[in-house]
C-alpha cells in the first residue's frame, strides 16, 4: 500500500533528523509576524534566526539545522481551490532550515536522495525536473554535476519565479529572502501532452507539478532607496529555507488524480457524497472539492483560535466558510451539514495537531452556528430573487399600448391569462405565507389572491409612465391572451443580478441556479458591466484605499466598490466588513506565497 500522508510527513521530518535536524513543533495558524495574517510558509516563524538571532527554542533546545511540518493558509489561493489541481487555502508545508549551517550542496542533495531514495520517496528521477534562479550557476553545477540531472531537465527564470519571496527585490516584504531552486515532478501524459519546454513559456502545467521550493535566503530587502531601488543587504550568513507541500508528495506518491483522492481528503468527499446524494466524478464537480478543503482550513484556524467575525483573519475565515456553505448550497444541501464534516477533518489531521483533537466542539460549535447564520442570510436573497424573477416573467408577457384614456380601476388584466396562471402555480410558499396577514378570502384562494396581488404591481409598474395624478392618460390596455409562456425568452437583467449581489451577498453562481430552476436565463455580460461600473466608481472615491486590514496587501484592497451591503445586517456588520465584501474575487492576491 503506498504511504499514507501522516506516514510521509513523519518520514520526511524523521529523514532530516538523520541529518542532524532538530525536529519544532508547528508554529500557529496566526502569523509570527506581522507581514501576513496568516503563517504562510515553513520559514515564518524563522525569520528571526535568518537574521541572526540565536538558533534556541526553549523546551526544545538549540540547533542551526531544524524541521518541521508548518501548517499554512494561503488567502492567495482561496479562489483557486477546486479549480486547479494543485492549490489547496490550507497546506502543510514540511521544511528543512539552516541558520548559517549547511547551504545549497546539502539541500539539494538531500532533497534528491529524499525524493529518489527507495527507502524514502522512491520517485523515478526520469520524471524530476527543476528551475533555477537566472545566474545562479552555483545551484546549476550541483544540479548537473553532483546529482546528474539532465541540462535538458532545467529551466532559468527571474525574480518573479525562482526568488522567494516572489519578486522580493523589487516588491517587497523587508526581510530575509533569496534565489530559490524549484523541485517539479512530470505526472505525465494523462495531464497534458505540454512538454518542459513548453513550461518555459506557460509557466502553469497540470502535468509538471512543483513540489518543492528550495530557497537559499542570504538577503536581507530593505526599504528602497528614494529612487525606487531595491536594497538588498547581506545576511550574517546563508541559511537555508525549503518547503514541501504535503498534500502535494503525498498525490504524487499515492499516484491519485488529485488531492481529493488522497486519503486526508477521499473519506471526507464520500461523506459529502452520502449526505448530498449528489455523486463525485472528478474535477468537474467543484462543489464537493471546495466543501472539503474549506471544512479543513476552516477547522484548523478556528482550533488555532481565530474567531469567525467581520475583520481581519476572522473575515476571511468567514469568508471561506461561507464559499463552502454556499457549495453546499449549490449541492441541494440546505440545512447546515459543513459541521458534521469537522470529525472526519479530525480523524485525518488531528494525529499531527492535537489542538483539533482538543477543540473538537468548539470548532463544530463555531461552524454550525455561522451556517446558520449564513443560511439566513441567503434565504433573504432567493426571496428577493424569486419574486423578481415571478414580476419579470409577468411583465415579459404584458402589453400596454398607447391609445385611449383607461382608468385604473377598468384595466383588470393587462397580463396574458397565461401568464397569470403560470405564475400564480409556481408561487413559493414563502411568498404566499407572507401575504397571509392581509388575505381576508376563503381557504384555498390564497394562491390566486397573491399571484393577483403580483400582478398589480406588475401593471402599477408598466402603468406608472403614463400616469397622471390619479387618472392614467394615452394607455390602453391589451389583453394578450394568445401569449405562450416560455421563461426562457425572459432574462434576470445585469443590474437585478448585480444588486443581488451587491445588496444581499448573493453570488452569481447561486442566482444562475435558482433562475435556471424557473427556466429563465441571466444576463451575465450585463452583471459584469455593472460589477465593473461599481469597481470604477470605487476606484475614483474609495475611501478603503489604504486600509487597515491587512498588513501587506494594501494594494489588494485599492479599488473596491463602495458597496451598499445590507445582506449581514444581522452580523452587526460594519465599515470593515464592506470593504472586503467589495473586495470580493481581489482577494485573491493577499498572499505571502509565491
Ligand atoms: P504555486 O506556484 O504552485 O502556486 P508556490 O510557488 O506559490 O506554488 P511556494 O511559495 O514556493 O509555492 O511554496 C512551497 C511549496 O508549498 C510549493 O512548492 C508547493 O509544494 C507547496 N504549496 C504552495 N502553495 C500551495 C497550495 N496552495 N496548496 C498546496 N500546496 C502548496
Ligand atoms: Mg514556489
Ligand atoms: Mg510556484
Ligand atoms: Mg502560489
Known amino acids: 500500500a503506498p504511504l499514507t500522508t501522516s506516514q510521509i510527513r513523519e518520514k520526511y521530518l524523521q529523514f532530516f533528523q538523520s541529518k542532524g535536524h532538530l525536529r519544532l513543533p508547528s508554529h500557529s495558524l496566526i502569523a509570527p509576524d506581522p507581514t501576513t495574517l496568516f503563517t504562510v510558509a515553513g520559514m515564518q516563524p524563522f525569520k528571526p534566526q ?17 524541521t518541521t511540518a508548518q501548517k499554512c493558509l494561503r488567502v492567495g489561493d482561496i479562489e483557486n481551490v477546486g479549480r486547479t489541481l494543485r492549490h489547496c487555502s490550507l497546506l502543510e508545508m514540511l521544511g528543512n532550515f539552516s541558520f548559517g549551517d549547511y547551504f545549497k550542496r546539502e539541500a539539494l542533495t538531500w532533497a534528491w536522495e529524499f525524493l529518489t531514495s527507495p527507502e524514502w520517496m522512491g520517485l ?32 532559468r527564470f527571474g525574480a518573479d519565479e525562482n526568488f522567494w519571496p516572489a519578486d522580493a527585490p523589487a516588491k517587497g516584504p523587508n526581510g530575509p529572502c533569496g534565489p530559490c531552486s524549484e523541485i517539479f515532478y512530470d505526472r505525465g501524459p494523462r495531464y497534458g501532452e505540454d512538454t518542459w519546454a513548453d513550461y518555459a513559456q506557460t509557466r502553469e502545467s497540470a502535468r509538471f507539478l512543483e513540489i518543492w521550493n528550495c530557497v537559499f535566503p542570504q538577503y536581507d530587502r530593505q526599504d528602497p532607496q528614494p529612487d525606487g531601488t531595491p536594497v538588498l543587504a547581506d545576511l550574517p550568513f546563508k541559511n537555508i529555507d525549503t518547503g514541501m507541500g504535503l498534500e502535494r508528495i503525498a498525490t504524487v506518491v499515492q499516484d491519485v488524480y488529485d488531492f481529493y483522492s488522497n486519503d486526508v481528503f477521499a473519506p471526507i468527499i464520500a461523506r459529502i457524497v452520502e449526505l448530498s446524494g449528489k455523486p463525485y466524478e472528478g474535477p468537474q464537480n467543484l462543489s464537493h472539492r471546495v466543501v472539503a478543503e474549506h471544512v479543513r482550513s476552516v477547522s484548523m ?5 481565530v474567531a469567525l467575525s467581520n475583520t481581519g483573519r476572522g473575515y476571511v475565515i468567514r469568508k471561506i466558510l461561507r ?18 464534516l469537522v470529525p472526519l477533518v479530525v480523524q485525518g ?83 404566499i405565507e407572507s401575504y397571509r396577514p392581509s388575505f381576508k378570502g376563503q381557504p384555498g384562494d390564497e394562491r390566486e389572491y397573491v399571484a393577483r396581488v403580483l400582478l398589480k404591481d406588475v401593471e402599477d409598474d408598466l402603468f406608472a409612465p403614463y400616469k397622471t395624478g ?13 401569449a405562450s409562456i416560455n421563461p426562457s425568452e425572459v432574462t434576470l437583467s445585469g443590474l437585478e443580478t448585480f444588486t443581488l449581489y451587491d445588496t444581499y451577498g448573493f453570488p452569481l453562481d447561486l442566482t444562475k441556479e435558482i ?42 484592497l485599492e479599488g473596491l466598490p463602495p458597496t451598499q451591503f445590507v445582506g449581514y445586517d444581522d452580523l452587526d456588520t460594519q465599515g470593515e466588513v464592506l470593504a472586503v465584501v467589495g473586495a470580493g474575487e481581489r482577494l485573491d492576491h493577499l498572499t505571502g506565497g509565491s
Open 323 to 340: 464559499r463552502a456553505s454556499r457549495h453546499a448550497y449549490l449541492l441541494g444541501l440546505r440545512e447546515p451539514t459543513l459541521y458534521k
Open 470 to 482: 390619479n387618472r392614467f392618460s394615452g394607455v390602453s390596455v391589451i389583453f394578450s391572451t394568445g
Open 124 to 155: 523515478d528521477p526520469a520524471k524530476l525536473y527543476a528551475t533555477i534562479y537566472e545566474d545562479d550557476e552555483e545551484a546549476f553545477q550541483i544540479w548537473t554535476q553532483e546529482i546528474g540531472l539532465p541540462e535538458g531537465h532545467i529551466l
Open 349 to 431: 489531521m488531528g494525529g499531527a495537531y492535537p489542538e483539533l483533537v482538543q477543540e473538537e466542539a468548539r470548532v463544530t460549535a463555531a461552524i454550525r452556528a455561522e451556517e446558520e447564520r449564513f443560511l439566513r442570510t441567503l434565504e433573504g436573497g432567493i426571496q428577493r430573487l424569486e419574486r423578481t424573477l415571478l414580476t419579470n416573467i409577468l411583465k415579459r408577457y404584458s402589453n400596454v399600448s398607447k391609445g385611449g384614456v383607461t382608468p385604473f380601476e377598468d384595466a383588470s388584466i393587462v397580463t396574458s391569462q397565461e401568464a397569470f396562471v403560470w405564475v400564480r402555480d409556481h408561487l413559493p410558499q414563502w411568498l
Open 50 to 66: 535568518f537574521m541572526g538571532a540565536p538558533a534556541k527554542f526553549p523546551g526544545y533546545g538549540e540547533s542551526k539545522r531544524v
Open 515 to 556: 433562475a435556471e430552476e424557473y427556466g429563465v436565463s441571466v444576463d451575465e455580460a450585463g452583471y459584469a458591466e455593472s460589477l465593473e461600473k461599481a469597481q470604477e466608481l470605487a476606484r475614483a472615491g474609495s475611501k478603503y484605499g489604504k486600509s487597515e486590514l491587512f498588513g501587506g496587501g494594501q494594494e489588494a
Open 301 to 305: 484556524t478556528v482550533a488555532d483560535g
